[in-house]
Nanobody
């Protein structure tokens, strides 16, 4: 069973930055994709970014140019660097990892952008 543990969320002022981390319980080299989604209360979970095993990243239009995803296979960790944060980025962020047709989720980390 794969376990994903997110960290790095918190409170930041508009225009600020945060870096989220997602640590997997085992090697991430076998996943065909990893990335981040976010979900606000009462809304559907939406894609933030997905990184394929070859390193190709697919970003949501709303975060392009502000967010950057990366992964460190040696540390079994995926990162999300979030810059120029806006109040509308406030929500819970979830890490995902895909192994074949199975998608695993982390528990989520809260990001709040407010002055």
């Amino acid at each position: 069973q794969v376990q994903l543990v997110e960290s790095g969320g918190g409170l930041v002022q508009p225009g600020g930055s945060l870096r989220l981390s997602c640590a997997a319980s085992g090697s991430i080299s076998g996943f065909n994709a990893m990335g981040w989604y976010r979900q606000a209360p009462g809304k559907q979970r939406e894609l933030v970014v997905t990184i394929t095993s070859t390193g190709t990243a697919n970003y949501a239009d709303s975060v392009k140019g502000r967010f950057t995803a990366s992964k460190d296979n040696a540390k079994n960790t995926v990162y999300l660097q979030m810059n120029s944060l806006k109040p509308e980025d406030t929500t819970v962020y979830y890490c995902h990892a895909d192994h074949g047709h199975v998608r695993y989720w982390g528990q989520g980390t809260q990001v709040t952008v407010s002055s």
